[in-house]
C-alpha cells in the first residue's frame, strides 16, 4: 500500500509529443504561403521603428518605503505629528524620483530631507537642516530602510545609489569651516 506496483504505473507513463495540435502561425518553415518574408506578422516593422514596443525601464522610486520610515521611525507618535506631516507634505508635493533623508549621526536624528536625481547624481535640499547641496565627498556612511523590521541598516558603500534611503554626512561639516580642533586663545592675564 502507499506504492505504485509496475501495472499501475505505466497509466502515469509520457505519452508521446502530439503535434497536431501546432497551428500553422506557431512555426515558419519560409515555405508556406504566409511566412515572415511575405509582410505579414503580428507586428509590422513601420511599429517597430515608431518605437511602440519600446518602453525605458521605469525609474525605482523610494516614496513609500520613505514614507513609511517618516511614519514609524523618524517622527512616531503624536508628539512629532505636526513635523511628519510637513515633511509627508514635502514629498507628496515634489515630483522626484528618489528621496534621502539626512541623519546627524548613528543615533538617527532627523536633519533634512534631500531629492536625489541618479541620472545626474545631485543631491538638493528640501526640508531641515544641512548643506543646500551634497557633493561625493560630503557622505560619510549610508542607510536602507528596512520596512519589516522597521529600522535603517548601514550599507557598505562609497557610492550613492537608489537603494539608499538615509546617509550622514562628514562631522567636520556640522562644525563649519572651523574644523574638527577648536583653538583657545591664550589669555592675557592671570
Known amino acids: 500500500r502507499g506504492r505504485l506496483s509496475r501495472q499501475t504505473s505505466s497509466k502515469y507513463e509520457r505519452s508521446p509529443v502530439r503535434t497536431d495540435y501546432y497551428s500553422r502561425y506557431d512555426y515558419d518553415d519560409c515555405n508556406s504561403e504566409i511566412s515572415s518574408t511575405s509582410g505579414w506578422s503580428t507586428y509590422d516593422s513601420k511599429e517597430k521603428d515608431k518605437g511602440y514596443f519600446y518602453r525605458p525601464a521605469p525609474i525605482k522610486s523610494n516614496r513609500s518605503i520613505l514614507m513609511n520610515a517618516i511614519e514609524y521611525v523618524v517622527f512616531p507618535g503624536a ?6 506631516k510637513t515633511v509627508l507634505e514635502e514629498i507628496d508635493s515634489l515630483d522626484c524620483p528618489h528621496f534621502l533623508i539626512l ?7 532627523f536633519r533634512g530631507l534631500y531629492a536625489y536625481y541618479p541620472d545626474t547624481d545631485e543631491v538638493f535640499k528640501i526640508y531641515g537642516t544641512g548643506p543646500k547641496q551634497i557633493s561625493k565627498d560630503m557622505f560619510e556612511s549610508f542607510y536602507k530602510y528596512n520596512s519589516s523590521g522597521k529600522k ?19 562631522n567636520s ?17 592671570h
Do not use: C, Y
Request: no cysteine; net charge positive.
Open 79 to 84: 508628539v512629532n505629528k505636526e513635523t511628519r
Open 103 to 109: 541623519f546627524r549621526d548613528a543615533k538617527f536624528q
Open 152 to 170: 535603517f541598516t548601514q550599507v557598505h558603500t562609497k557610492a550613492l545609489t537608489v537603494t539608499i534611503d538615509a546617509f550622514i554626512i562628514k
Open 173 to 189: 561639516i556640522w562644525l563649519g569651516k572651523r574644523g574638527t580642533s577648536r583653538v583657545r586663545k591664550p589669555s592675557v592675564g
